[in-house]
C-alpha cells in the first residue's frame, strides 16, 4: 500500500474525541501503520490550505478507546517519522495547578515536569546515542507559531508554563498535586510524555497547545457534586471549556500554514553529534535499537 506522505502532523488529544477528521481540512485517507511497535493510532491524510497535513487521534477517533497510559506512544511517533513528518503539533487536556489558569484557558507549555514511571521513553535501549539535550523542552518555532495564532482566535492564552505529566489513568491525589506545584508546575496532563522525548530522538520538532479542562485535585474549595471532574469543572466554566475545544482545529490549521517552510530550530539537529562521529548512519531506521522493540 502507498504511503500519502505530510511534513506536518497533528495529535489530537481527549479534549477534542469526537471532533471529525474533517475539521481540520479535506480528508484524503485513513491509515493505520503497522510499526515495530505495533499499530499506530489512526492517521488521516488532510488538505488544509494548500498544505497536507496528518491527523492522528491518540485516544481513538470515534471514541475514548485507550486511556493515557495505554497509548502506544513509540508506534505513533515512529508512523509519524515514517510518514514524513518534520513538525507534530499535540493538543492535550490539563489540569490547572494554578488557580490563576481557569477551565477554558489556554496554556502553550515551555517546560515539563515528567512524573511517568512506567512507559516506554525512548527507542534507544541498550544503545549509546540517546544522551540528547531538551533545553528547550519544545520546538521553539512550534510555540511562537501557536502563540501567535492561538491569541487570534482565544480570549485568554498563556505563553508559556510548566506542564507535569503523570502516568494515570487515575487522577492525582490533593498530596501529589501539592507536591507538584511545589515543584513549580501550573497544569497536570497525562499525555505529552513521552511523546515529546520520542519526537527528538528522531529530529522532529514538536510542540503542544493545552486545554485547561478542570482544576487539579486540592486546586479550589466548592462544595462536592458528582460527575468525572465534579467540583474541579464548576458549572460556570463548562460553556468555556467547549468553546475552546471547538476552536482547537482552527488554532491548529492556521497554525500549520503559518509554520514556515524550512526549520530552524535545534531540534532538527538533535542526533548531529552522534552523526558527525558516525555512530549513527543517515538512515534514521538503523538508528533504532532492538531492544527496545521487545519492551
Not at 103 to 110: E, F, L, M, S
Not at 234 to 252: A, G, K
Request: aromatic fraction near 8%; charge should be positive.
Amino acid at each position: 500500500m502507498r504511503k500519502s506522505k505530510a511534513e506536518i502532523v497533528i495529535i489530537v488529544g481527549s479534549d477534542c474525541i469526537g471532533t471529525p477528521a474533517q475539521r481540520f481540512g479535506e480528508v484524503k485517507k485513513r491509515t493505520v501503520l503497522k510499526t515495530p511497535y505495533g499499530k499506530s493510532s489512526p492517521f488521516y491524510t488532510v488538505e488544509a490550505q494548500n498544505r497536507k497535513i496528518m491527523v492522528i487521534y491518540r485516544h481513538g477517533d470515534k471514541k475514548r478507546e485507550v486511556d493515557a497510559p495505554f497509548v502506544n506512544y513509540r508506534a505513533n511517533i515512529y508512523a509519524s517519522k515514517e510518514l514524513g513528518a518534520s513538525r507534530i503539533m499535540a493538543t492535550s487536556a490539563v489540569g490547572s495547578i494554578d488557580p490563576i489558569l481557569r477551565p477554558g484557558d489556554i496554556i502553550i507549555p515551555n517546560d515539563l515536569i515528567d512524573a511517568t514511571r512506567r512507559r516506554a521513553y525512548t527507542f534507544y535501549g541498550g544503545k549509546a546515542h540517546g544522551f540528547i539535550r531538551f533545553n528547550p523542552v519544545f520546538c521553539p518555532e512550534i510555540r511562537q507559531t501557536l502563540i501567535d495564532t492561538a491569541n487570534k482566535f482565544a480570549k485568554r492564552v498563556f505563553t508559556k508554563g510548566t506542564c507535569v505529566v503523570t502516568d494515570g489513568p487515575r487522577l492525582e491525589t490533593p498530596a501529589e498535586i501539592k507536591m507538584f506545584k511545589l515543584l513549580g508546575a501550573d497544569v497536570v496532563s497525562q499525555t505529552i510524555s513521552p511523546e515529546v522525548f520520542l519526537a527528538r530522538e528522531l529530529e522532529i520538532c514538536y510542540g503542544a497547545i493545552c486545554n485547561v479542562v478542570n482544576y487539579a485535585e486540592g486546586t479550589i474549595t466548592l462544595p462536592r457534586k458528582s460527575g468525572i471532574f465534579g467540583e474541579l469543572l464548576p458549572d460556570e466554566t463548562l460553556v468555556e471549556v467547549e468553546n475552546t475545544r471547538r476552536l482547537m482545529p482552527e488554532i491548529l490549521k492556521e497554525a500549520a500554514k503559518s509554520l514556515p517552510k524550512d526549520r530552524d530550530c535545534p531540534c532538527k539537529d538533535a542526533m548531529d553529534f552522534f552523526k558527525k562521529r558516525k555512530r549513527i548512519p543517515k538512515d534514521w531506521h538503523k538508528w533504532i535499537s532492538p531492544e527496545s522493540r521487545k519492551t
